[in-house]
């Protein structure tokens, strides 16, 4: 869930179905593991400033989101603690296109670190919160290995020192717990401009990176050109699939998304399609009438960006890329309020239609738990087979 944005080389085929299965048994798997494993738990939220670690990637000063929020579970009676769930937004875009490794960028580092003060065992869940002009583009030295690790570590020990500050009467096992989920209709896809004008505005992006980068300007600012460049590029391409008729065939897809929404011990966390800027994400907070973390990018990515009025009419790499115009984002962020300040109704929960997938999918993890439970059985027989004597041969016959 870090939406990583580099990893080598991208150009490759789609997954293939052999992986996506196994991507699932996997998942299928841990979830058994988690069931088979529970004990009885306290949590509370924790919130803190991370001001200084990231911000908004075009203009330093432009708007941000600082808020770095986390739910800490640990163990009841030990204190132990065994997982987080934290929402930051900010694009892991220390290490850059130029390397040729995947890689999870600092959220890796972050984990790691958190680990380090807290115990090996600790399971840390990072979500992306609104990160479409969120990175740490103004705030770091270099895009190497070790500086993901300093801006990682940076945002880890932030996480750490504000939970162990959390007291034990905040920590409760006795915690509400409600799922809700909605739809939003999203208006067509933004009016693209004509290929003359598209080829016009590539060469003067060209033109605006070659003045920069003679002048020696600043990196960070030599960056944001050529990513108006890449942008640039993203609309010439969906021109050509405009031309071919393929954004209309896929545009029914994408009509309807799901928003959902989690309410736990009072805070909520509200999942929204798309890659959110943060100024949509500070405006779900304020309207929403219980504390709230907002994650993008879950049921969908919408072809990324979803941009504000602003940056739609300056130009940005952001905005180029998008498919939908602004007004996409009035809907999602409409809908996740509603969605978030609408009462949780128990029997609107159990007869949701989604209610059916779900009993399929407990059946699923069920059926991973008993075989994985019997592959363990099968193993531990074939051992006890080999630790007999005559190579394993049963005395039996």
């Not at 580099?6 to 085929?13: E, H, I, L």
């Not at 058994?32 to 075009?58: F, H, P, Q, V, Y």
């Not at 405006?283 to 919408?302: D, S, W, Y």
Request: aromatic letters at 6%; charged letters at 25%; one cysteine or more.
């Amino acid at each position: 869930m870090t939406h990583l944005a580099w990893s080598g080389d991208n150009n490759v085929a789609p997954p293939s179905p052999e992986y996506l299965g196994f991507v699932k048994r996997k998942a299928m798997n841990v979830t058994a593991k988690a069931c088979a494993s529970t004990c009885t738990a306290e949590l509370a939220w924790m919130s803190a400033d991370a001001t200084g670690i990231g911000g908004n990637r075009n203009s330093k000063d432009g708007p941000t989101d600082p808020e770095v929020g986390a739910l800490c579970i640990r163990e009841q009676g030990t204190g132990q603690m065994f997982a987080m769930v934290m929402v930051y937004g900010m694009h892991p875009t220390v290490l850059l296109e130029d390397s040729k490794l995947v890689s999870a960028d600092f959220p890796h580092y972050t984990r790691l670190h958190l680990r380090e003060c807290f115990g090996d065992s600790l399971a840390v869940l990072y979500c992306q919160g609104p990160c479409a002009d969120q990175g740490p583009r103004h705030f770091v030295k270099e895009h190497t290995f070790e500086e993901a690790e300093r801006f990682g570590r940076q945002l880890g020990e932030l996480v750490a020192e504000r939970a162990r500050l959390i007291p034990d009467e905040a920590f409760a096992m006795d915690c509400e717990l409600s799922a809700r989920h909605g739809l939003a209709e999203l208006p067509n896809a933004r009016e693209l401009p004509s290929l003359w004008d598209a080829k016009v505005f590539l060469g003067e992006c060209r033109a605006r990176y070659e003045e920069l980068s003679s002048a020696g300007a600043d990196p960070a600012i030599l960056r944001v050109a050529q990513r108006a460049i890449v942008g640039a590029e993203g609309t010439m391409a969906l021109l050509r699939l405009e031309g071919k008729g393929e954004i209309a065939a896929a545009l029914p897809l994408y009509k309807t998304v799901e928003i959902q929404a989690l309410e736990i011990a009072g805070t909520c966390i509200v999942g929204v399609p798309g890659e959110l800027f943060a100024e949509h994400g500070l405006q779900i907070k304020e309207r929403a009438e219980r504390k709230t973390f907002v994650v993008n990018l879950v049921n969908g990515e919408l072809q990324g960006y979803i941009p504000t009025a602003e940056v739609a009419t300056t130009g940005k790499y952001e905005a180029l890329n998008a498919l939908f115009p602004p007004e996409a984002a009035t809907k999602l962020i409409d809908g996740a309020v509603d969605l978030l300040n609408r009462k949780a109704d128990p029997d609107t929960l159990r007869q949701s239609a989604l209610r059916p997938n779900l009993r399929k999918l407990e059946g699923e993890v069920e059926q991973q738990r008993l075989e994985s439970e019997a592959e363990r059985l099968r193993r531990q027989a074939l051992a006890k087979e080999e630790d007999r004597p005559n190579g394993g041969v049963s005395w039996l016959g």
